[in-house]
């Protein structure tokens, strides 16, 4: 009687157990990858050549030392700031067919397509056990996390606001400096021009309008200004977002003459070669730094802050998260767990022409040009670049309007005009 009746007990407490809701940790807290990750792990990014290429090349070959077991599957999708990566993504995402891991620009943008819609996994449980709290900078930690949970792992910190030019070129036309503010800049553009040397380097490509856009109106604000045009303190009809749009318009009179019919990447090859229509100025983010050195031109090129920056530090952090019903999700935390740590960020960054988000980067591996940024993301102004601030549909319509008006209309009240309406559309300052 008393075996029948224990019997009986366990049967109805496996009923009872059945009939409970099964309880799950929120994403955040859920455990780390296997201790002998096998198979595939699938990552999306953008890097498909220059130091962009040697530099993932570089932190693959740490992720195989660490996990020989897992086949890295370097799905890297070229074009100018990953255009053409955000639309295979999207359409793996919308169809429940994620990668493993993708690259994002660390910010609101990440957090506008794919954390509210509850793509992503929260990565609370990877930054505690990787010690990352430690020794992320906390401007980092805020700009990768949402309502306090972080949700992608930076591999690096780009300058954005670098003004690179040819030695020779300046050498050319008897310029001993680079100019500091925008005045010195058409002064020497004028020079350059009677030695029949393109002063700017342009593209047809809304990718890289945004970009040179982003470092005029940066040039024309203060932070506070800069800053609120993003956060909906600041409208889009400020006299500055029209006083950058100018400066835009008549920088791009010095520019290449063939600029409308090149991309981005052309401008940036021709940079390192010698053609009738090689700019002597490149406005760029310091991942052309690794271009340079991929092509082996240290020593041809200068750098130094673009006009009216002086004491700015705009960044971006080129960063990887985990979304939801990853395939291989222990080979995920394994790519994110290389990503984050120190022999995969010094081995990434040299090549990559960034600097290491970690405090504890080995800065015997940098050169000059590396830690002078080093130097100066201690002591200027931070500011995120538009890409942090702003949903991409804003950036994608930034880079058009801008583009638009360059290579067309050329009117700069009805640039502003759009954009007015652009920052409407994307819900800025709601």
Known sequence: ?????????????????????????PAGDMSMEAADPSGTVEVFSWWSGGGE????NAIIEVFNARYPGVEFDNAAIGGGDGVNMRTVLETRMLGGEPPDSFQVWAGVGVVEDHVVPGRMEGLDFLFAEEGLYDVFPQSVLDNVSYEGTPYVVPVNIHRQNIMWYRLDRFEAAGITEPPTNWD?????????????IPAIGGASLGALAFHTYNYFLNSVTDGETYLGLFDGSVGWDAPEVAEALTLHMRAMEYASGDWLEVGWGDQVERFAADYDETP??????????????SEGIEEMVGWADIPNHQGK????????????NAPNRDNAIAWLKVVASKDGQDAFNPLKGSIPVRTDGDVSLYDEYLRESMDAWQTHELLPFIGGLVRQSFVTDLGNIVNNMLTGHGDVARAQEELIQAAKDSGIGE
Request: aromatic residues 14%; hydrophobic residues 60%; charged residues 15%.
């Open 280 to 293: 002597a100025i490149i406005l760029m983010g310091d991942w052309f730094w690794g271009f340079i050195k």
């Open 313 to 324: 530090y705009v960044w971006v952090a080129d960063s990887f998260g985990l979304p939801k």
């Open 1 to 25: 009687m008393k075996r029948y009746c224990l019997v009986l007990l366990i049967i109805v407490s496996l009923a009872l157990a059945a009939c409970q809701p099964v309880a799950t940790e």
């Open 53 to 56: 290429l040697a530099g993932l």
């Open 184 to 196: 010195e800049f058409f002064v020497v553009a004028e020079q350059l021009k009677e030695a029949g």
